[in-house]
């Protein structure tokens, strides 16, 4: 065992409860960081997978009609400021399977999924509900959407005239699996068979969005062979407005992310992370200075023996690297500590807590590199909170210690 290795131990063992005091205060600093970081990230990726449960990462639509100045009649100067920009003609994605072959081949790209849309009433009885339609083919939606694992009741398939319906919206009809409704269109109303019910988690999706096949959506609404929507997923979803944008220059259509959506949930988000970091940063300040006063007090408690093993040509350099190890010690061994105190705290707080569904209230997401960085940042910081009493030692004139 090297001499400054030996040395240091033995001063952290000759004071127990000296080492024992500043360990548990380290331990106690980062079990804090790792139960809020755990905390937080798991709260923020619940957020996240909620709102991505029920919509496409990135969605290219079909371009919209550009404004046309209107002239005046039987004059080919336009003479006002009003524009006509075609709303009752809905646009289509032209050449779709290719587009969509290409846009499956781009870089960060995972799943792709052809979609047709439109709005429709969808009748029972004698009610009536406005809905959103959705044309889709069902294996390659369920890559983008989850909505086969969101099924509640029937089966995950759409053949001839079947339709899905959302679980609130069933429960306001008062249907179920094998019942008919009808969707009514300015081409006349068709009935369909409900052949599933879905939740995904987005009671407005359940109310107000209804999925029927491809071919049945383009006979609905009168778009023989076309879509207006390709849906698509990504590998790093917080990097799918780059992706996005890429997608935009590369096909020429209309992109749209998942951010941009939300762009109000990213800004709380990165607020509240922020927070944490902060909180974060003043533990570890604490924990420093912690590490600092108690060495600090080591140095003034070993004086003399500093001083002899000057006096017995011991260089500076060591004496220096003897108070830095103990620094790295207390940190890695304390943080080390920390992370099984702070990542138990956490799982007691996340089974304590539950939804009525039995979901944790408070998830908790923690990953083994996450603990790596804590145990280094810890030790990094025992060995900076180490270096001012590590330089006080080093420069003890063995003359004036040893009489």
Not at 40 to 62: E, F, K, M, P, Y
Not at 338 to 350: D, E, N, P, S, V
Request: charged residues 20%.
């Amino acid at each position: 065992m090297p001499f400054s290795v030996f040395i240091a131990f033995k001063y952290l063992l000759d004071e127990k409860r000296q080492t024992l005091f500043i360990m548990s205060a380290c331990a106690i600093g980062v079990a804090v960081m790792v139960f809020l970081y755990g905390l937080i990230s798991g709260l923020q990726r619940s957020l996240v997978d909620r709102t991505l449960g029920s919509q496409a990462h990135i969605i290219l639509n079909a371009n919209k009609e550009k404004p046309r100045p209107l002239a005046e009649s039987g004059n080919d100067t336009a003479v006002m400021a009003r524009v006509e920009r075609g709303f009752d003609r809905p646009q289509m994605i032209s050449d779709w399977p290719r587009r969509i072959e290409a846009v499956a081949a781009s870089s960060g790209i995972v799943a792709v999924a052809p979609r047709l849309t439109g709005a429709a009433l969808l009748r029972r009885g004698d009610v009536t509900r406005p809905v959103g339609v959705s044309g889709i083919e069902p294996d390659s939606f369920t890559t983008i959407i989850p909505l086969a694992k969101s099924v509640v009741a029937g089966r995950y398939d759409l053949v001839g005239d079947e339709i899905f319906v959302g679980k609130d919206l069933a429960d306001d009809l008062g249907v179920t699996v094998g019942d008919r409704v009808a969707l009514q269109t300015r081409g006349g109303a068709v009935n369909f068979l409900i052949s599933a019910v879905f939740d995904l988690g987005n009671r407005s999706v359940n109310e107000n969005q209804v999925f029927v096949s491809l071919r049945q959506a383009q006979a609905l609404l009168g778009a023989p062979g076309d879509i207006n929507q390709i849906d698509t997923r990504v590998g790093e979803i917080f990097e799918a407005e780059k992706i996005a944008r890429r997608l935009e220059k590369e096909t020429g259509i209309e992109t749209i992310s998942w951010m941009e959506q939300n762009s109000q949930l990213l800004i709380a988000l990165r607020s509240q992370s922020s927070s944490s970091y902060l909180i974060q940063f003043f533990v570890m300040v604490a924990v420093a200075l912690g590490i600092a006063s108690v060495l600090v007090v080591s140095v003034v408690q070993k004086r003399a023996e500093i001083g002899i093993l000057r006096a017995f040509g011991t260089k500076r350099s060591v004496v220096t690297r003897i108070f830095l190890i103990q620094g790295a010690v207390v940190g890695l061994l304390g943080s080390t500590v920390g992370c099984f105190i702070g990542t138990g705290l956490a799982m007691f707080f996340r089974d304590s807590a539950k939804n009525p569904d039995g979901t944790p209230r408070f998830p908790i997401s923690y990953e083994l590199s996450e603990y790596v960085v804590f145990i280094l940042i810890a030790t990094l910081v025992g060995i900076i909170a180490a270096s001012l009493p590590a330089r006080q030692a080093a420069r003890i004139d063995p003359a004036q210690v040893v009489h």
